[in-house]
């Protein structure tokens, strides 16, 4: 039990299009979901925290309206990297929890590449 | 001050060796800790969560020591398989909290 999906597993894109992140959780209701993006040789940086049906919390120094996150029910999260460019090039990573405590969950991630 | 640090490493060592990593974490807050292995390109799995009075899991022994708000991991008899980064996680222990992450320590294990 407790698998959480990512799609696409890794994308090239080019600079100025955007890129839709999907992030299931497959077998059980995620009450919160959270975004991270880890660079080469660099720890997971928490991007933002969602709750379904509410606005995503986000983490200083993150744009909300550059990573646009959408929990729209209690098993689907969505980040969308807008007019995207090399520097967003990362690893991005979600996680699942059911609202437990101690209990999260993490996708396999998606490998964002951005020429 | 990061909220979680690790030993910077890279720690090369032969196999059948002990080796240890610490992390230190700044937020007294935090209640809840994990040690996490990550593959290259890969998501972090769940290596052991980190108990007050120390746990052990076969050749993994986590320690915690909430003055110093420092936790360690050891690994005995290491194996070729081992060879990974370890990432070191806090979490301040409410439904609805994201882990916050050290750098990781990477571990490589050679024959």
């Known amino acids: 039990g407790a698998v959480v999906s990512q799609h696409p597993s890794w994308v090239i894109c080019k600079s100025g299009t955007s890129v839709k992140i999907e992030c299931r959780s497959l077998?059980?209701?995620?009450?919160?979901m959270f975004w991270y993006r880890q660079f080469p040789k660099q720890s997971l940086m928490l991007m933002a925290t969602s709750n379904e049906g509410s606005k995503a919390t986000y983490e200083q120094g993150v744009e909300k309206d550059k990573f646009l996150i959408n929990h729209a029910s209690l098993t689907l999260s969505t980040l969308t990297v807008t007019s995207a460019h090399p520097e967003d090039s990362s690893f991005y990573i979600c996680?699942?929890?059911?609202?437990?405590?101690?209990?999260?969950?993490f996708g396999p991630g998606t490998r964002l590449t951005v020429t | 001050r990061k909220e979680v640090e690790q030993d910077p490493g890279p720690f090369n060592v032969p196999e059948g060796a002990t080796v240890a990593f610490n992390c230190t974490y700044s937020n007294s807050a935090s209640q809840s800790f994990f040690w996490y292995r990550q593959d290259c390109r890969k998501e972090p799995k769940l290596l052991m969560s980190v108990y007050s009075s120390g746990n052990e899991d076969g050749r993994f022994t986590a320690q915690l020591n909430r003055a110093s708000q420092y936790i360690s991991l050891l690994i005995r008899d290491s194996k070729l398989s081992d060879s990974a980064t370890y990432l070191c996680?806090?979490?301040?222990?409410?439904?609805?909290?994201?882990?916050?992450f050290g750098k990781g320590t990477t571990l490589s294990v050679s024959s």
């Open positions: 996680a806090v979490n301040i222990q409410q439904a609805g909290t994201a882990l916050i």
């Open positions: 077998d059980f209701q995620a009450t919160t």
């Open positions: 996680s699942a929890s059911p609202g437990r405590v101690n209990e999260q969950y």
